[in-house]
């Protein structure tokens, strides 16, 4: 198995751009995560999603944020218009159900610059 | 209040000695799991340990065993023998139960920056 691929591995984006990190989870795991971490905040839960469907999202931090997942192998964050402050490693993650291990993904480092 | 405490925010351990990494956490909710995840300086997140609630023994992983002490609400991680590449952070984790059964997001804790000297 691939394990959780994100891409891209970094991005460096002028502040006020459209930025989309992409992930792509195990096959057969139902739950996708979006979470960012940063020295200042700790590893931060923005999203989740189960079978496509998004349960939670009361941490994305604001409108500018947005994800979706269009199918059971591929989801994506957006961030429009992105801000020097959104620059943070963002992870992906997916887990088969609760009581079995979340498996991230390498992480996209983004730079708001 | 924190759901999730690691009060050491640095540790400095010798090569082949057993090593303790302190977690707690704090829940109403009787059905919860905890984890623990190393991320060394490459930044990938890798899973070491889960213990739901509700098991009885305390988890084992190869040189990763995890101390669950329930009524303190204590995770606490040890690893056995140590290794030079033990050296990384590592971070304790949380999801609690959601009606239904379903899987929620995991709530992490500070992280414990580990280090191992030959």
């Known amino acids: 198995d691939a394990g959780v691929i994100q891409s891209p591995r970094h991005e460096v984006t002028e502040m006020g751009q459209e930025v989309t990190l992409r992930c792509k989870p195990i096959s057969g795991h139902d739950y996708l995560f979006w979470y960012r971490q940063t020295m200042m905040r700790g590893l931060e839960l923005l999203i989740y999603f189960n079978n496509n469907v998004p349960i939670d999202d009361s941490g994305m931090p604001e409108d500018r944020f947005s994800a979706k997942m269009p199918n059971a192998s591929f989801s994506t964050l957006k961030i429009q218009p992105s801000e020097p402050r959104d620059s943070a490693v963002y992870f992906c993650?997916?887990?088969?159900?609760?009581?079995?291990?979340?498996?991230f993904g390498s992480g996209t480092r983004l730079t708001v610059v | 209040a924190q759901k999730i405490t690691q009060t050491q925010p640095g540790m400095f351990v010798q090569e082949k000695e057993a090593v303790t990494l302190d977690c707690t956490y704090d829940t109403s909710d009787p059905s919860y799991g905890l984890f623990w995840y190393k991320q060394p300086s490459s930044g990938e997140m890798i899973f070491l340990i889960y213990?739901?609630?509700?098991?009885?023994q305390n988890a084992t992983e190869g040189r990763y065993s995890l101390n669950f002490q329930k009524a303190r609400k204590s995770a606490n991680l040890v690893i056995s023998a140590s290794q030079l590449g033990d050296s990384a952070m590592y971070f304790c984790a949380m999801r609690e139960g959601l009606p239904g059964g379903g899987a929620d997001g995991l709530t992490f804790g500070k992280g414990t920056h580990l280090i191992i000297q030959p």
């Open positions: 213990q739901g609630s509700y098991d009885q």
């Open positions: 993650a997916s887990t088969p159900g609760r009581s079995y291990g979340y498996t």
